[in-house]
């Protein structure tokens, strides 16, 4: 089953020194399962993840031939449809914990501000889900968690609130913009297998943004390789390490190897035509 | 003689209630020229161990010698020229209202050494970065390009020692081979010796000659670049990192 379409994505920004086209004609769908996207750095993948929720503030536009959430044209959608969707629905696990977590408010008043908010909880109620949620992200002691500041946490602890904050309102669709790259090994193990159990379990879309390749390969179902805001190779992630797009395999062989040869590790080659 | 040797080095923060021992006991030593690898999960205390090095961290127990000497507190001017540090983030550890000329300048300013010039353009150009980069802002440019303007300013002084606190985590891998291939090419022709912090088996395999393995402020084990290619390590920590990394092996 599709839970989201999209075709023909673009996005483009007007600056003073001319349009920047951020994606450009990207398509694809997803059904619940797990779609890796990766790229380097300003290939466009985040930008893509974001123009799912209409979060591209102008100058950008987005524009699509269709953007089809689970019977909603997102493109015709208006604001207030949209709000509905953001959070409820469509969920966005964002980048660095360190900035998009309120600085100046308890975990606990944030996890329950949205509950309190807009389902109208109780006090106790909210607090209640709020804690069940942290035990779900296997936080140990959620309770001195509730009562901790931002800052006061780990990088891999404020990456697991950020995921238990989206996950309370059980969305269909999670757009996690690289969970885990803050992470080191062993944490980001941890966070793959609980969002891989929400996939299971929940049968909840996944679309994972990620420049790390290995990782991708061996979690996700399906991956697009994004360069210069164009989808170059869509292939199952199994067979990640056999891709055949040149630009795949450049991506692939500058990652440094146990016991490989400490001979300078191959540049990659970014040849125009691929953009194309 | 060692040219790095911790001893028995202890950190820790806080007051009696509520004592963190980031660092315990921990001995290392580097030969000149070697380049030596500390991994291990995050808050094992393997950055804090440079930090106690360049002073800032308390050293609580334990000592720290460069060349025989223990270093001294404050560190002073000497000790700058002989040992720099590169810091994990380039978007945080770059001063946003300084331009890379002033950033690479501010050293040889402060150590009185002339030519500003003409070093400022060498630095540039040793890092591979173009000429005409000198009076931009750190917000101008990319994440592998900050962190070489960190590389460049931690050697506008020509020290010996290298200290790089996870200096491509927060980079691309295509950027990262970029930079790792600069850090080896740098360190061949100084003559660098490194100690280089990273939570990434495959980075400190291709890096570093030894390794040692950290975790809860402990060091856990020390294994050369041929025990870890092999797997012959001994500690049951030490092997859960090396098979959580088991994807990052040659042929994997």
Known sequence: MTLLSVKDLRVTFDTEAGRVEAVRGVSFSLGRERLGIVGESGSGKTMTGRSVLRLIRPPGRIEAAEMVFDGTDLMRA??????ALRGQRIAMVMQDPKYSLNPVMKIGAQLTEGLRRRDGLSAKVAREKAIEALEAVQIRGPERVMEAYPHELSGGMG?????????????DLLIADEPTSALDVTVQ?????????????????????????????????RVLVMYKGRVVEELEAKNLMQ?????????????????????????????????? | MALIEVENLSVHYGTKEKLVRAVEGVSLSLDARESYGLVGESGSGKSTILRAICGLAPITAGQIRIDGQPVPTPRGRAFSRRVQMVFQDPYASLHPRHTLDRTLSEPLAIHGIGDTDARVVKALQDVG???????????????????????????????????????????????????????????????????????????????????LVMQHGRAVEELTRDQLASATMTTDYARTLFEASADRMLGA
């Not at chain 1, 208006?78 to 709000?83: A, F, H, I, K």
């Not at chain 1, 697991?160 to 309370?168: E, K, N, S, T, Y």
């Not at chain 1, 929940?202 to 061996?218: E, Q, T």
């Not at chain 1, 395999?249 to 194309?276: Q, S, T, V």
């Open chain 1, 159 to 171: 990456q697991r609130v950020m995921i238990a904050m989206m996950l309370i309102p059980n969305p």
């Open chain 1, 78 to 83: 208006s604001e207030r449809e949209m709000r």
């Open chain 1, 243 to 276: 891709a055949e797009h040149p630009y795949t395999r450049g991506l692939l062989n500058c990652l440094p190897r146990i016991g490989g040869e400490r001979a300078p590790l191959p540049g990659l080659d970014r040849a125009a035509e691929w953009a194309e």
């Open chain 1, 189 to 221: 193990a941890e966070v793959l297998s609980i969002l891989d159990g929400l996939v299971r379990d929940r049968g909840m879309g996944l679309i994972f943004i990620s420049h790390d390749l290995r990782l991708v390969g061996r979690f996700c179902d």
């Open chain 2, 129 to 211: 970065l173009p000429a005409n980069f000198r009076f931009r802002y750190p917000h101008q440019l990319s994440g592998g390009q900050r962190q070489r303007v960190a590389i460049a300013r931690a050697l506008m002084l020509e020290p010996e020692i290298l200290l790089l606190d996870e200096p491509t985590s927060a980079l691309d891998a295509s950027v990262q081979a970029e930079t790792l291939n600069l850090l080896n090419r740098l360190r061949s022709e100084r003559g660098l010796t490194f100690l280089m912090v990273s939570h990434d088996l495959a980075v400190i395999d291709h890096m570093c000659d030894r390794v």
